[in-house]
């Protein structure tokens, strides 16, 4: 069965080719290592294409350091260790977890595997690095974590309502939330961030209000980044913060940036229209920004912690608050000065609200490019606070200027089950930057380098993406499995919704003007829509698919092989 998008005259000219499974061929092997010195046998848990159902395994070897290794010939990987200890992956980013007072949603969130295409992986305490974490590259690379705290929300207060907190009790929130803080820590102290990116940060208030002139931010122990700053092996790190406005009306709520590097400059500034208000105002944006001198080699980078608002948003929507955050950058843009914004950007990755903050403005999201067979991975599940839905979203990024010296080497989510835990409904984001090596991008006529799909099965659960092999010319080719599409609750059918993008989440449109971006083919699978939102098609059966693309003509051919 097959369709094709945009000149169907030609999706029976070549049926027996389109349903021929031909894997690509590999490029070079890769070479994988996981830290485990308690073992005494350990196994690499495997598959080098998201279409093979089975996982192979593989023995591994282990040096005197601790070490165990294995290769594979393989130009990506999704694999998972096991040893004496069990198995040892991402584990579950959604759903419930210790904590949490969310409905349980999701307690069959299953556990996440890792996922690269580096020659050389190395894991460690969950974290996946690209090069031996032993190694002594500081000079030349920098790093960075970031996440949402959620302002004291994980633990609750039986029979109280939040407004109505005493000051005692309010105490107690903050010492339940010091196991969270711990967790934090402890990340901070392995990890030894150069930068860490703080939102939704907390602080004990109450309902007074004839003090927001002169109320300092950080002044109580009960200050979130106060906490997590006690807890660190390094007091060194400096840090600027601000508070946005009151969460939950008792708590200031505010982001932070931290720096175990001299900050040279320090501000704040509201990227919200502040005629709306601004403290008393709960969808008010604050954002800190600081300036971080990396040294003589890296230099200077201009960091944002980003909490924004919502896309479309009646009284406070994204698209001015980041018109007004890229022109703040732009004032402060000096020669040899890098940005980065990090943080909850509270807009969706690979949807037309990803594409306002990377299409033509000179920047891009950077956990795209380390991971783009991982585009839609969530950060936070279905439903949390300012969200809902069964499928898990991924909103928050790391966002740098285009012109800057340094590529992402490797990122991960952070602060999940398998990696420090779980402390909030987000997870964090942590990633490694180093100078990049300026090889020019290939391109082979008008068809982009690379491509992705990327989607969902409507109503439930998110596709994460895989890459199409480039075959000669425009002519791009991905075999993948596909679960059974579900039912739309607000549609009379069963479909799955897909988009082609390229590495950074870009949409490419195959939509046809002349076709009324709406084409009806034959059934078992049938196409419902073709526009620039995606196209949609119903196929009940779940089972192993074939997506042949030619860009230069449009068309795009979809089979089902088994």
Same mark, same amino acid.
């Given at each position: 069965?097959?369709?094709?998008?945009?000149?169907?005259?030609?999706?029976?000219?070549?049926?027996?080719?389109?349903?021929?499974?031909?894997?690509?061929?590999?490029?070079?092997?890769?070479?994988?290592?996981?830290?485990?010195?308690?073992?005494?046998?350990?196994?690499?848990?495997?598959?080098?294409?998201?279409?093979?159902?089975?996982?192979?395994?593989?023995?591994?070897?282990?040096?005197?350091?601790?070490?165990?290794?294995?290769?594979?010939?393989?130009?990506?990987?999704?694999?998972?260790?096991?040893?004496?200890?069990?198995?040892?992956?991402?584990?579950?980013?959604?759903?419930?977890?210790?904590?949490?007072?969310?409905?349980?949603?999701?307690?069959?969130?299953?556990?996440?595997?890792?996922? +690269?295409? $580096?020659?050389?992986?190395?894991?460690?305490? &969950?974290? %996946? /690095?690209?090069?031996?974490? !032993?190694?002594? =590259?500081?000079?030349?690379?920098?790093?960075?974590?970031?996440?949402?705290?959620?302002?004291?929300?994980?633990?609750?207060?039986?029979?109280?309502?939040?407004?109505?907190?005493?000051? +005692?009790? $309010?105490?107690?929130?903050?010492?339940?939330? &010091?196991? %969270? /803080?711990?967790?934090?820590? !402890?990340?901070? =102290?392995?990890?030894?961030?150069?930068?860490?990116?703080?939102?939704?940060?907390?602080?004990?208030?109450?309902?007074?209000?004839?003090?927001?002139?002169?109320?300092?931010?950080?002044?109580?122990?009960?200050?979130?980044?106060?906490?997590?700053?006690?807890? %660190?092996?390094?007091?060194?790190?400096?840090?600027?913060?601000?508070?946005?406005?009151?969460?939950?009306?008792?708590?200031?709520?505010?982001?932070?940036?931290?720096?175990?590097?001299?900050?040279?400059?320090?501000?704040?500034?509201?990227?919200?229209?502040?005629?709306?208000?601004?403290?008393?105002?709960?969808?008010?944006?604050?954002?800190?920004?600081?300036?971080?001198?990396?040294?003589?080699?890296?230099?200077?980078?201009?960091?944002?912690?980003?909490?924004?608002?919502?896309?479309?948003?009646?009284?406070?929507?994204?698209?001015?608050?980041?018109?007004?955050?890229?022109?703040?950058?732009?004032?402060?843009?000096?020669?040899?000065?890098?940005?980065?914004?990090?943080?909850?950007?509270?807009?969706?990755?690979?949807?037309?609200?990803?594409?306002?903050?990377?299409?033509?403005?000179?920047?891009?999201?950077?956990?795209?490019?380390?991971?783009?067979?991982?585009?839609?991975?969530?950060?936070?599940?279905?439903?949390?606070?300012?969200?809902?839905?069964?499928?898990?979203?991924?909103?928050?990024?790391?966002?740098?200027?285009?012109?800057?010296?340094?590529?992402?080497?490797?990122?991960?989510?952070?602060?999940?089950?398998?990696?420090?835990?779980?402390?909030?409904?987000?997870?964090?984001?942590?990633?490694?930057?180093?100078?990049?090596?300026?090889?020019?991008?290939?391109?082979?006529?008008?068809?982009?380098?690379?491509?992705?799909?990327?989607?969902?099965?409507?109503?439930?659960?998110?596709?994460?993406?895989?890459?199409?092999?480039?075959?000669?010319?425009?002519?791009?080719?991905?075999?993948?499995?596909?679960?059974?599409?579900?039912?739309?609750?607000?549609?009379?059918?069963?479909?799955?919704?897909?988009?082609?993008?390229?590495?950074?989440?870009?949409?490419?449109?195959?939509?046809?003007?002349?076709?009324?971006?709406?084409?009806?083919?034959?059934?078992?699978?049938?196409?419902?829509?073709?526009?620039?939102?995606?196209?949609?098609?119903?196929?009940?059966?779940?089972?192993?698919?074939?997506?042949?693309?030619?860009?230069?003509?449009?068309?795009?051919?979809?089979?089902?092989?088994?």
């Amino acid at each position: 069965m097959s369709l094709s998008l945009l000149g169907c005259d030609n999706a029976d000219s070549e049926p027996e080719k389109a349903r021929t499974k031909e894997w690509p061929q590999v490029s070079h092997a890769m070479a994988v290592h996981v830290y485990m010195p308690d073992w005494t046998h350990g196994e690499l848990i495997y598959r080098s294409n998201p279409a093979e159902a089975e996982f192979q395994r593989l023995a591994m070897t282990k040096n005197e350091e601790g070490w165990w290794s294995a290769m594979v010939k393989a130009d990506k990987l999704e694999f998972a260790f096991e040893g004496d200890s069990g198995i040892v992956n991402l584990g579950a980013t959604q759903g419930c977890y210790s904590g949490s007072h969310y409905k349980c949603e999701n307690e069959g969130d299953p556990a996440e595997n890792f996922r +690269s295409s $580096a020659e050389q992986v190395w894991v460690k305490n &969950g974290l %996946l /690095f690209t090069a031996n974490p !032993a190694s002594d =590259n500081a000079a030349e690379s920098f790093t960075v974590l970031s996440v949402n705290l959620h302002t004291y929300q994980e633990f609750k207060t039986p029979g109280v309502k939040e407004s109505d907190l005493t000051d +005692s009790q $309010a105490m107690e929130r903050v010492n339940q939330h &010091g196991v %969270l /803080f711990d967790r934090v820590a !402890a990340a901070i =102290n392995q990890l030894n961030p150069d930068v860490v990116c703080l939102q939704e940060v907390g602080e004990w208030h109450g309902k007074q209000r004839d003090d927001l002139e002169t109320v300092q931010f950080g002044a109580t122990d009960s200050n979130m980044v106060r906490q997590i700053l006690s807890r %660190l092996d390094n007091k060194q790190y400096d840090f600027v913060m601000d508070w946005s406005h009151f969460g939950w009306d008792v708590w200031m709520e505010g982001s932070a940036v931290l720096s175990r590097h001299p900050i040279i400059k320090k501000d704040s500034r509201y990227i919200s229209d502040v005629s709306n208000g601004t403290r008393t105002f709960w969808k008010s944006r604050n954002i800190p920004m600081a300036q971080i001198d990396l040294g003589s080699r890296l230099g200077q980078l201009d960091v944002f912690s980003i909490h924004a608002g919502w896309w479309n948003d009646d009284e406070e929507p994204f698209q001015g608050q980041f018109n007004r955050l890229t022109a703040w950058d732009k004032e402060l843009k000096t020669q040899n000065v890098n940005t980065l914004f990090c943080g909850d950007f509270n807009q969706v990755a690979a949807t037309k609200e990803q594409q306002f903050i990377t299409n033509g403005t000179g920047y891009s999201e950077q956990y795209a490019l380390a991971n783009p067979d991982g585009l839609l991975d969530p950060t936070i599940g279905g439903t949390i606070d300012g969200w809902s839905g069964d499928v898990g979203k991924r909103i928050d990024f790391l966002v740098m200027n285009d012109d800057s010296p340094f590529e992402v080497r490797q990122s991960q989510r952070v602060f999940t089950q398998g990696a420090f835990g779980r402390v909030s409904d987000h997870t964090g984001v942590y990633a490694q930057f180093g100078l990049a090596d300026r090889q020019p991008e290939q391109t082979e006529g008008s068809a982009p380098y690379q491509l992705y799909l990327v989607g969902s099965h409507t109503g439930k659960q998110t596709y994460r993406g895989n890459r199409f092999e480039h075959l000669e010319g425009g002519k791009y080719r991905l075999v993948t499995l596909l679960g059974a599409a579900q039912e739309d609750p607000q549609a009379d059918f069963k479909a799955h919704r897909l988009y082609l993008t390229d590495r950074t989440g870009h949409l490419f449109s195959l939509g046809s003007p002349l076709a009324g971006k709406r084409l009806e083919l034959f059934t078992p699978v049938t196409l419902v829509e073709n526009s620039d939102e995606g196209f949609l098609f119903e196929s009940e059966q779940a089972g192993l698919f074939q997506f042949d693309l030619d860009y230069d003509a449009k068309t795009l051919t979809v089979s089902q092989l088994d």
